[in-house]
């Protein structure tokens, strides 16, 4: 073809030819790290179940169940009693919240956890969903219909109140045995099994004495605020920080180390003869299916990740802070079933969250955070933004020189603990095969092959290296040999893929 009153065009060049018919290299690249970051996300959101020993409880039965939920709630609606209106009200409450769990269980994902049953941790995303909701709904009510709804709920509380004349840090030269064992009380113990939980999360003992250390500081800022913050020396520093914190934090970890030394084999139930052994294996559904060592930094790190753990470390504050301010805000006793519901249900929230956000923060491969750590932070933000908007006369009395220091001093001393934390990792654990990036890097080859065929899970018919057989019961095996393949909890799956170096 010629142009008007010019010579020839040239033709163009032609495309190099690739093996995939026509697609530059470029392309596939492109193409293939979208596909592994969408498959990253997938296994941190929704995971799947490997080992399933009864299929009906693995089934879909959505017939059923909109069945069964339609008319067990006709048959309640029809026969109980509606002369009493507040009942009526809370009837209506229940089956809002009934029906919304259902619909959890059927829309909502797994999450990076799937023991004893996908549906339970389905049902706990829907809790924090409607948790988050009426957080919402309180932030846009003024404080005496805020009081109104608990008083509706527990009319006692109108006779509790707040002491804000108690003395609390009183006569702390009088120290001795005696008065030291006196303060043991049933919140110690809470306070020490709450620690020893937060080990089992974080599984980073730097981190953990971060968290404990720059809380006391933060309890000496906000002591003129809320008066039970005022502790004497010794309360502060040997039953809080040594006894409750440290044996906590060391018993947790305890319990890790325990776990990793474990070799989970898992054998179907129906594989079991003995009615022991079945019993047994129906225990142990309520255990984890796998459990491998984490590595928060790295000592090649970048400061993304860096400043991401230091993010970790403020953001418990926050969580810590939110419980104490809503329970003297809204007046109400430390034993009240709404602080102790609060309580349980955010530290069930925290376990996927945790693991959702270590993935995010240690697996290039993950470009998005879980859905479960999203709703998480977005509940600890809600909750600090009703505690300021119903704590006016609270908040007119803070010393703002206090706060500023303390807003100085938790960001430096979160990056200088994290930043210890990983001047420790490269240079006192350089050796330590065990304590391998949790980024590994995967062979060529197997990366090409999961590319083409579309799937990151790893080489067709490879197992995980925690779990080699199906059909022989959990054994404990110390594995100090095996530490150097052991694959780390923030990898794309300890027991659904196979990192090859």
């Known amino acids: 073809m010629k142009k008007r009153g010019g010579s020839p065009q040239p033709a163009p060049p032609p495309r190099p030819a690739t093996a995939d018919g026509g697609i530059g290299s470029e392309s596939l690249l492109h193409a293939s790290q979208h596909t592994m970051a969408v498959n990253e996300f997938k296994f941190i959101n929704e995971r799947p179940v490997d080992d399933i020993s009864l299929n009906f409880f693995y089934k879909p039965h959505t017939i059923t169940l909109l069945a069964v939920s339609i008319f067990g709630v006709m048959y309640f609606a029809f026969v109980r009693d509606q002369s009493d209106i507040q009942e009526n009200i809370w009837a209506g409450m229940v089956c809002v919240i009934f029906f919304?769990?259902?619909?959890?269980?059927?829309?909502?994902?797994?999450?990076?956890?799937?023991?004893p049953h996908p549906v339970v941790w389905r049902m706990l995303f829907g809790l924090s969903v409607l948790y988050l909701m009426l957080l919402q709904f309180l932030m846009f009510q003024d404080y005496k219909s805020i009081m109104g709804i608990f008083y509706w709920f527990d009319p006692k509380l109108r006779d509790f109140h707040i002491d804000m004349e108690k003395q609390y840090a009183a006569n702390c030269s009088d120290m001795s045995?005696?008065?030291?064992?006196?303060?043991?009380?049933?919140?110690?113990?809470?306070?020490?099994?709450?620690?020893?939980?937060?080990a089992v999360l974080i599984r980073h003992?730097?981190?953990?004495?971060?968290?404990?250390?720059?809380?006391?500081?933060?309890?000496?800022?906000?002591?003129?605020l809320l008066p039970n913050f005022a502790e004497c020396w010794w309360d502060a520093l040997i039953l809080d920080v040594l006894v409750c914190n440290g044996f906590g934090i060391w018993c947790g970890l305890k319990i890790c180390k325990l776990l990793e030394?474990?070799?989970?084999?898992?054998?179907?139930?129906?594989?079991?003869?003995?009615?022991?052994?079945?019993?047994?294996?129906?225990?142990?559904?309520f255990t984890p299916e796998s459990w491998a060592p984490v590595r928060w930094l790295d000592p090649k790190c970048t400061y993304m990740r860096f400043f991401a753990v230091s993010q970790l470390v403020l953001l418990w504050q926050l969580t810590?802070?939110?419980?104490?301010?809503?329970?003297?805000?809204?007046?109400?006793?430390?034993?009240h079933p709404v602080v102790i519901g609060r309580l349980v249900f955010v530290g069930l929230f925290t376990a996927p969250s945790v693991?959702?956000?270590?993935?995010?923060?240690?697996?290039?491969?993950?470009?998005?955070?879980?859905?479960?750590?999203?709703?998480?932070?977005?509940?600890?933000?809600?909750?600090?933004?009703?505690?300021?908007?119903?704590?006016?006369?609270?908040?007119e009395r803070t010393q703002v020189k206090n706060i500023v220091v303390w807003l100085i001093i938790q960001a430096v001393l979160s990056v200088l603990f994290v930043y210890g934390c990983m001047l420790w990792h490269r240079y006192v654990e350089e050796d330590d095969s065990r304590d391998g990036s949790p980024v590994k890097q995967v062979n060529r080859a197997f990366k090409d092959s999961a590319i083409v065929?579309?799937?990151?899970?790893?080489?067709?018919?490879?197992?995980?290296?925690?779990?080699?057989?199906?059909?022989?019961?959990?054994?404990?095996?110390?594995?100090?040999?095996?530490?150097?393949?052991?694959?780390?909890?923030g990898t794309a799956g300890k027991s659904v893929r196979e990192h090859v170096e």
């Not at 005696?178 to 937060?198: C, M, N, Q, T």
């Not at 003992?205 to 003129?224: K, N, P, Q, Y």
């Not at 270590?358 to 998480?376: F, N």
């Open 100 to 115: 919304f769990l259902i619909i959890s269980v059927l829309a909502f994902p797994n999450g990076p956890f799937t023991r």
């Open 177 to 198: 045995f005696e008065r030291i064992w006196s303060h043991v009380d049933v919140f110690a113990w809470g306070h020490f099994l709450g620690w020893a939980f937060k």
């Open 205 to 224: 003992m730097g981190i953990l004495w971060a968290i404990s250390v720059m809380w006391e500081i933060t309890e000496i800022t906000f002591a003129h």
């Open 261 to 285: 030394m474990r070799e989970y084999k898992w054998a179907s139930i129906r594989d079991i003869s003995s009615t022991t052994g079945k019993l047994k294996r129906a225990v142990l559904q």
């Open 320 to 335: 810590e802070l939110n419980t104490f301010f809503l329970k003297h805000i809204f007046e109400m006793p430390p034993s």
């Open 355 to 395: 693991r959702q956000y270590y993935i995010y923060v240690t697996d290039t491969r993950c470009k998005r955070l879980g859905t479960q750590c999203w709703v998480y932070i977005a509940i600890l933000v809600s909750e600090a933004i009703l505690c300021i908007k119903n704590g006016k006369e609270l908040f």
């Open 453 to 489: 065929s579309g799937d990151s899970k790893g080489i067709k018919g490879g197992s995980s290296s925690a779990k080699s057989s199906p059909h022989s019961t959990p054994t404990k095996k110390v594995r100090s040999q095996q530490q150097g393949s052991s694959i780390p909890l």
